[in-house]
């Protein structure tokens, strides 16, 4: 892959952050009833962080979880014949709550969908909830973000990468070609 742009800066990601912590305890009228689960990898750094802002703002503690979704997805046998499965900890019910599921990007919304079908296996949610950093368009499936840190529209040949420095030792947004 090359390098082509950078799109957000750490302080536009800290930035986005907030704002989407905002917008989650605004459409929930606050965050009773609330739990927060980062899709691996990068939605969970980003769950951590929103669940801090939460905090900061509300003065409340919610759940964070982590939602491993590689046995869920539907082109499993198309990424990797010998795929690498983490761990996934939710160390609370889910059942009756609101869930915010937290990505760093849609795309197909294939990985969103994954998710939803692991969480069955966890209980029944009042609600899902979508929260991404990066919406780039080209969905593949009827299923949209609630919460959105940015739109950037790409081409099919471009590959976006959100960063943490929890994952990757720097925050940021950047387009590569392919």
């Given at each position: ?13 800290e ?12 459409k ?29 703002i ?18 499993l ?24 599921l937290?990505?760093?990007v ?24 979508l929260?991404?950093m ?5 969905s ?39």
């Open positions: 892959m090359k390098f082509k742009t950078q799109i957000m800066n750490s302080t536009d990601v930035r986005a952050l907030v704002r989407l912590s905002h917008q989650i305890i605004e929930n009228n606050g965050v009773s009833d609330l739990c927060l689960l980062g899709i691996k990898t990068r939605g969970v750094p980003m769950a951590q962080r929103i669940a801090a802002n939460i905090r900061s509300e003065g409340t503690e919610i759940p964070v979880g982590e939602i491993d979704i590689t046995m869920y997805r539907d082109d046998s198309k990424i990797n014949i010998d795929p690498v499965i983490n761990q996934t900890n939710i160390s609370f019910p889910i059942e009756d709550k609101t869930v915010v937290v990505d760093d849609i795309f197909t919304g294939r990985t969103a969908r994954a998710a939803m079908d692991a969480l069955k296996d966890y209980g029944r949610p009042a609600r899902i909830q929260c991404v990066i919406d780039r368009g080209h593949e499936l009827p299923i949209k973000a609630t919460y959105v840190g940015k739109n950037i529209p790409t081409s099919l040949s471009e590959v976006v990468l959100v960063n943490f420095d929890e994952t990757d030792g720097v925050t940021g947004v950047v387009i590569n070609e392919i």
